[in-house]
């Protein structure tokens, strides 16, 4: 019997040291804030812009869906964020969601960031790491149908064309729809500051927060030039959604100096 309860004993514990194995050490927190800008001023929904068409445009609406988080280590090692807990949707309209809190970080030195840019085509319609997220996306009006996918931007406005002073609507929603339409993008940023030499850090009591900058100028006047006069409503559009999905992948940068 003596024998019996020593060798449960010993495998309790070596259940237990398994458990202890799997837990992250030293945790700490990440929050990550969205500031969507113009240029080198924040956006401000219903401020006049102009852009390189000479269009001047302003904004109702913006949303959009960051996916995918992983972090890169100082050694080169990748942290990957769990994938039913990496879906969020930005909208300028709601402060509390310009924040996204990232819990449970491993301890350590980070150099940069990876995440997507809307909803990865293999992930949907229904996957584990999405199904969660799709009344989110469904209340947040960023979602075409289950089966067609998410919107993985929402940009909403009017402009107007020199030296006509009437104003029309323009709507800009991208996504990804099958295999033949796929824009999804991945955007990596670093982490630290290289200028000032600094390394970021996180977990062992330490709690990060690192701003993100979306310019929102380049879905007109990024890579890809787009002017509305010939192009207000993109949404499935085979030929603009890509390239304004490309324009996007290069509008995200974090602050140096």
Known sequence: MKK????????????????????????GTLNLTFENAVGTELLSLG?????????????????YIISNITLT?????LVVYPPGQSYFVINEADANSLTIQLNDIEAGAYTSMTFGFGVD?????????TLNFIPTAEEAGMLWTWSAGY?????????TIPPLTGSDPFRIHVGSHGANLDNYREITVPLGDDIANTDFT???????????????AQVFDGPNTISLENASDI????????????NIATAFSVPQG
């Open 73 to 77: 280590r100082k050694d080169g090692s």
């Open 121 to 129: 085509p293999t992930k949907y319609p229904i996957e584990s790491g």
């Open 4 to 27: 019996i309860f020593l060798i449960a004993l010993l495998t309790i514990a070596a259940l237990s040291c398994k458990e202890d194995e799997t837990q992250i050490q030293n945790p």
């Open 235 to 246: 949404q499935v559009d085979p030929v603009n959604a890509p390239l304004i999905a490309t």
């Open 202 to 216: 996180i977990g062992e009591g330490v709690n990060a927060s690192q701003t993100i900058y979306f310019d929102v």
């Open 151 to 159: 919107k993985f931007i929402k940009f909403e406005g009017v402009y």
């Open 47 to 63: 401020n006049s812009y102009t852009n390189s068409s000479g269009e001047g445009y302003s904004i109702q609406e913006l949303k």
